[in-house]
């Protein structure tokens, strides 16, 4: 079982790649026009946030049922594979929204869920693609899709933290750089609200 020293080093991660993609706004504004433009960083900032979104849907499946054991022989996890366990457990997952600071513009990383449980975000589909063809579909390395990817990420791990910490208003201390959620307070008194699963 996951403790808050393991719950620590994963969001940690998560905060690294967040401002790894922080850091690509100094040279290309965050804008419609910019969505499709794509680039090595950002085919990087996909990798790595997709391979981490990987791990922590294992780590949340095992959490909602520890008898489910994902490993890279017999039972390979895959995003078709985790959906159910999550999705059962955490049906308004695709409710939960994060907002772009840097446009205002919310974004659900798992909205398309609730329109097919049985399909997999549009992000991940490229991020799919980019991967096993990079060559054909380097064009789907852009700005769009690393924020929908981080965005998916931070998602996962706040729902990851808040089910092992399993105490209301419970969620990391430290703050992502260039995305805000409800549940964190922007004022320090204060308390967030909770993700919609847990309300």
Not at 165 to 178: F, K, M, S
Request: aromatic residues 14%; proline residues 6%; charged residues 25%.
């Amino acid at each position: 079982m996951l403790d808050h020293k393991d719950l620590y080093h994963y969001w940690q991660y998560c905060l690294y790649i967040e401002k790894n993609l922080e850091e690509t706004t100094r040279f290309v504004e965050v804008c419609e026009a910019n969505s499709s433009t794509y680039s090595a960083e950002f085919a990087q900032i996909i990798s790595l946030a997709c391979a981490e979104i990987d791990s922590i849907c294992k780590l949340l499946c095992s959490a909602i049922n520890p008898s489910i054991i994902f490993d890279n022989s017999k039972n390979k996890g895959t995003m078709l594979k985790y959906t159910p366990i999550i999705l059962n457990r955490f049906p308004k997952l695709t409710q939960c929204e994060l907002r772009n600071d840097k446009t205002d513009e919310l974004i659900k990383p798992f909205y398309d869920w609730a329109i097919d449980p049985y399909n997999s975000p549009n992000w991940w589909h490229d991020y799919q693609k980019m991967k096993h063809s990079r060559h054909s579909n380097f064009k789907l390395a852009n700005q769009e899709n690393a924020f929908n990817s981080v965005a998916g990420l931070i998602v996962l791990n706040l729902y990851l933290y808040r089910l092992i910490r399993n105490e209301a208003y419970e969620y990391p201390d430290q703050t992502p750089r260039i995305f805000s959620a409800p549940c964190f307070s922007p004022q320090l008194a204060c308390r967030g609200e909770e993700l919609p699963d847990f309300q």
